[in-house]
């Protein structure tokens, strides 16, 4: 050992000054693959890429395949709001006022007549259809102001319907409280 270090030592102006000579680090690493047969493997990324790209492809055709069958709202109807601005106002307006008549008798205390309460349904899906049917026919012809008309006045005419149902029930339960105050007066 002692022989290796005093040779290290008095050259030490060779080992210092100069480096490895011009291709060497190209000429070890060649030596080294051959001798344990490794090969340097350089990935790329475009076939992620290309992966990425197919399935982002899938999914956006399958949602627009799931949208177009299940979920696209029904296209062969059209609502008046369809047709014009001033129209959509209206029809707001009309919304409003029967839902607004449906909360009213809804939350009269009908629980006693589950007959009436059903027939009062009935009769609201009856008065439903006819204005789907006309939503059909106004899709069929957009501009036929017959149509739209007459999609006005079944909206009126539900509202006035739903109106005297209101009265008629109230008056009903008004009755019903001034009978129940005279029987106990009456006691």
Sequence with gaps: MKNIE?????????????????GHFERFNRKLEQRFHTVVIRRSIVPYLLRAAVVTLLITLSSLWVWDHFLRP?????????????????ENYYMYRVNL???QIYSMNLENNQDQIEMLRNEMRSMDSVYIQLQKELKVNPNDERIIN????????????????VNQLQAIRNKNQTDTGNEKVNL
């Design 101 to 103: 008549m449906e909360d």
């Design 6 to 22: 005093d040779i290290i030592r008095s050259n030490k102006d060779f080992f210092e000054g100069t480096g490895p000579s011009e």
């Design 150 to 165: 007459a999609m006005i006045e079944h909206y009126q005419t539900k509202v006035e319907v739903m109106s005297y149902i």
């Design 74 to 90: 029904d296209s062969t109807r059209m609502a008046l709001g369809d047709v014009s601005s001033e129209y959509k106002e209206v």
